[in-house]
């Protein structure tokens, strides 16, 4: 039994150098990522920003062109919240929603092509179409 309380005692030592989020700093962190919205019938995902006196919205459009084929066509993130990855969730949402759905992707959007570029460990290049 005193093995695994020493065991347990280093452990936490790790937990505390390696900077390892509590559950209560975890939690804090989540409700700090905005809620990404995607809305079919419109065909874009939106993240709504700022607070409850001033609000923006972030947006990335696409649209249908076949059965199984999507155009990925713009992503606009309002001035003030550029910078700070909102276009990066939205590109990230929209390549998981084409690999999800098994659709191909034609991108025209420079800021998609960049994101699939500089994440090439995922299964997004698969999916794009010239």
């Keep these: 039994m005193k093995f695994l309380q020493d ?17 209560r700093q975890f939690t804090s ?4 990522v905005p809620k990404i ?6 065909t874009c995902f939106t993240i709504r920003l700022g607070n409850a006196g001033r ?11 076949g059965d199984r084929e999507v155009h990925l066509l713009t992503t606009n993130v309002p001035v003030e919240f550029r910078g700070k990855g909102v276009a990066a969730l939205l590109a ?3 390549m998981d929603f084409v ?23 995922t299964d997004y ?3 794009i179409v010239d």
């Design 7 to 23: 065991l347990h005692k280093d452990y936490m030592k790790d937990c505390d150098r390696n900077h390892i989020l509590s559950y």
């Design 92 to 94: 990230k949402t929209a």
């Design 37 to 42: 919205e995607h809305d079919r019938h419109r």
């Design 99 to 121: 690999v999800e759905e098994n659709l191909k992707a034609r991108v025209s959007c420079w800021y998609i092509k960049k994101y699939i570029a500089e994440n090439p460990m």
């Design 125 to 127: 290049k698969e999916q």
């Design 29 to 32: 962190l989540e409700s700090k």
């Design 55 to 65: 609000q923006e919205t972030a947006i990335l459009k696409y649209e249908f062109t």
